[in-house]
Every structure is written in structure tokens, then in C-alpha cells.
């Protein structure tokens, strides 16, 4: 307590500049993402994990493993995906918007109840089409109600397809009643959401508990600076989408009160950032030179590590962007590119598919970054790590078919 306070007194009255290593590290320290598992995986780890960085995106690609498994997997290593579906159907986790669609825990309910509440969530269009169809929005309701958990397609309709505005009505009613509040997502089938009613699914639940909307963002604003070990502004904002006016008044009186602290990164665009008080200890570390950071894992472009990419270009000096979207003429990289993470650093990227059937992990191309040093060291924990990534999903064999430098892929196989 005493090192701490020392600690406290020394940002406040040094100015304290942090040089960009250092920070990279409190970075990745803040969201597991510093050192190897020491343990092999239990289940309390997958919620301790989504604990710590509060938001696991969902997404329905499953080129390799999706998303929420593979965001896991980085920071766990080998475990079961089953154990994420388990603590959703017990009631540990929710789903609802944050930065994307993800998986919360339920302690956090309250806040994002606020945000529901206040209307403050989904597309003024969806919305639209609700006040236009509200005996839609009934009938789906009661139909729930009589007949228990639904999925989408429980319902039948010969047009569903492409954006919203070409889903079943059905499909629209559940997307708006979820995002309204009425409905929540139980659990997954095959990765296809169980809805029913709010009241099933939180029988305890009782609007008077909700914060107010002060409360609630000054709630989003601690978290996400504690999740992301240190943060400017404008990163503040961006990791649960929150309003960029609101952050910048909060963060000055969060300051004042000592539940963040400001520093400042040394680098060509030096800027002043924050970090939270549970972090000082990581700062101090970071400080004596005692944070080391032995981790090489591929990450999913979804990671909240690099989630925010002009984040991710000011902290890590590597410039990605997910090309999937892209039409292939466009792509430099690749359809599903995963950064790789060496011992702090991102030093290159792979373009990674898994064919189950075969039980092969393609890496169609892998590239280091100019300034990466393909080490026997390097060679040696990215053969492992791509292996592991591998059998963790079940398939047996790697293959690379191309690397730069070229001789790179004959030093993995």
C-alpha cells in the first residue's frame, strides 16, 4: 500500500512519460495477452477472461475457429468452447451491443439495461419499420410466450436474405425486441441464437435496479480504460462506442477523484493517456523494467487488442485492416488475415484457413512485418504456436503454402 501511494504521488507530481514498449506491455498485460498460460485451462478461466476484458465479440465467420472461441483461445491456450456456451445457458454471461455484438458478463447487466431503457440502442430504420408493425411485434411476443425459447428459424418465409430489410418479419420482430430489451438470448444451438422472454431468462431482474445514465458511462469509461491497461481519449470511446463529448468531460473529473491517472506515451505523436488505479502495480512494473512479455499466439481480427485499428497503428506500429469484406481484387493480404503476436510485438500476419474435413490448417500466405527478425527463437515458438492452434480445433496437419521470406515456411514445416 505504501509502494502504491509513493506511486500515485510520483504520476501526479512527475509527469510521468512512459516509452512505447512499456506501454505496448501494459497493454497486453491488461488484457491477458502478456504471458503464456501457466495452467492448463479450467472453465472459471473463459469467464475470468471475458472478465477482464468485459466485451468478447460475436461473430458468425468461421474460417478458423469463430471469433469468441479464437479471442479466448489467445489468451488461454488450449480449452474446451463448450465451457463458453455452458456459462452463457447458466446465466453467467448475456448478449447484447457493445463496440459489436458480444458476449457480457451478467454483473453489467444494469448498464447496458440503462442503455435500453433510454432507447439509446439500434438503427433509427429498424426502429421505423417496429412502429410500423407493432401486431407483428405482439404476435411474436405471445407466440413466445405460449410456446417457449425460439430460433430465427423456427419461422418460415421464402425471402430471407441479404440486410434486414430483406428478413422475414419474424426475424426483424426478434432483432428489434432483443435490441429493445423484451427478449434475450438464453443460449446458442449451433451458433444460432435461443430467444425468450427477459423475465424467463432474469425472473429476479427489477428495473428499479438500473444506474442512472451518469452512472452507467462513468461505469463503460472505468472499464474500458482498465481493459485496455493504457488509453487516450479516443480510445476510451471506441471500445464500448461511447459518446466521444461525454468521455472527454468524464475523464477529467474520473482524474480528479484518482480513479484514473493521466500519463503521458513517448513516441512521434506523443499524447496524453490514462490509466486506471487498479492498473498502477503494472505501471510500476513497467516502470523497473520487470513486465516482460513472452506470448506468441495468433490473434482473431475481432481481438479487442487490435479491435480498434487506428489503436492498434499508435500503440503496435502495424497497420491492419480485415480484407474479407473487400472484393478479392483489393485484398494485399488475404480473405481472413490474423495478426501474429511475438513476445509484445505484432511482427507479421497469416492468411489462415481451416478445412475440417481434411483436418488441415492451410496458411495460404504468411508475412513478417520489415522490422521482424525470423529468429530460430521466432521459427521455433510460431511452429508451436501454429500447431497448437491447429489441434486445439481438432485438425491434425499445417501446411504452408507460401511465406515471405520465402524460406520462412521450410523453417515452420
Not at 499508435?314 to 480485415?322: K, S
Not at 521482424?372 to 511452429?383: F, N, T, V
Request: aromatic share 10%.
Amino acid at each position: 500500500m505504501e509502494n502504491q501511494e509513493r506511486l500515485v504521488k510520483k504520476v501526479f507530481m512527475e509527469n510521468i512519460i512512459i516509452d512505447i514498449n512499456a506501454a505496448r506491455k501494459i497493454a497486453l498485460a491488461s488484457q491477458g495477452l502478456l504471458l503464456d498460460p501457466t495452467a492448463v485451462a479450467q472453465k472459471s478461466d473463459v469467464a475470468a477472461a471475458i472478465r477482464r476484458i468485459h466485451a468478447l465479440q460475436i461473430d458468425t465467420i468461421n474460417v478458423v475457429a469463430r471469433a469468441p472461441y479464437h479471442i479466448l483461445w489467445s489468451r488461454l491456450g488450449a480449452f474446451s468452447p463448450a465451457w463458453l456456451d455452458e456459462h452463457h445457458a447458466e446465466g453467467h454471461l448475456f448478449e447484447y451491443w457493445a463496440h459489436a455484438a458480444c458476449f457480457l458478463p451478467i454483473e453489467d447487466y444494469p448498464v447496458y439495461r440503462r442503455m435500453m431503457l433510454d432507447d439509446r440502442v439500434g438503427w433509427d430504420n429498424i426502429k421505423q419499420w417496429a412502429g410500423e408493425n407493432e401486431q407483428i411485434l405482439t404476435n411474436v411476443l405471445d407466440y413466445i410466450r405460449l410456446n417457449g425459447p425460439v430460433k430465427s428459424s423456427d419461422f418460415k418465409s421464402d425471402h430471407e436474405g441479404g440486410g434486414w430489410w430483406n428478413w422475414k418479419s419474424e426475424k426483424v420482430a426478434l432483432e428489434y425486441l432483443f435490441t429493445r430489451g423484451d427478449l434475450m438470448v438464453s443460449k446458442r444451438e449451433k451458433f444460432q441464437r435461443v430467444y425468450d422472454l427477459r423475465e424467463r431468462v432474469l425472473p429476479n431482474w427489477h428495473d428499479e435496479d438500473v444506474p442512472s445514465y451518469e452512472e452507467a458511462i462513468k461505469s463503460q469509461v472505468l472499464k474500458a480504460i482498465q481493459a485496455l491497461g493504457i488509453a487516450r481519449e479516443d480510445w476510451v470511446a471506441k471500445y464500448f462506442y461511447l459518446p466521444q463529448k461525454k468521455v472527454a468531460e468524464l475523464l477529467p473529473m474520473l482524474a480528479e477523484d484518482q480513479e484514473i491517472f493521466p500519463v503521458e506515451v513517448d513516441g512521434p505523436n506523443q499524447k496524453q493517456a490514462y490509466l486506471h488505479k487498479n492498473t498502477l502495480p503494472t505501471l510500476a512494473q513497467a516502470l523497473n523494467g520487470s513486465l516482460i512479455a513472452n506470448k506468441t499466439t495468433l490473434l482473431s481480427p475481432f481481438d479487442p487488442l487490435i479491435s480498434d485499428r487506428s489503436r492498434t497503428k499508435a500503440l503496435f506500429d502495424f497497420d491492419y485492416t480485415i480484407e474479407c469484406y473487400l472484393p478479392a481484387a483489393k485484398r494485399k493480404y488475404g480473405y481472413f488475415v490474423l495478426p501474429i503476436l511475438h513476445n509484445g510485438q505484432l511482427i507479421g500476419r497469416l492468411d489462415a484457413k481451416a478445412w475440417r474435413k481434411e483436418k488441415l490448417l492451410e496458411i495460404i500466405k504468411l508475412y513478417l512485418e520489415p522490422n521482424a527478425e525470423p529468429s530460430d527463437e521466432l521459427i521455433a515458438a510460431l511452429s508451436s504456436t501454429l500447431q497448437n492452434f491447429a489441434h486445439w480445433q481438432g485438425l491434425d496437419n499445417v501446411k504452408i503454402a507460401w511465406s515471405e521470406p520465402d524460406y520462412l515456411k521450410e523453417g515452420l514445416s
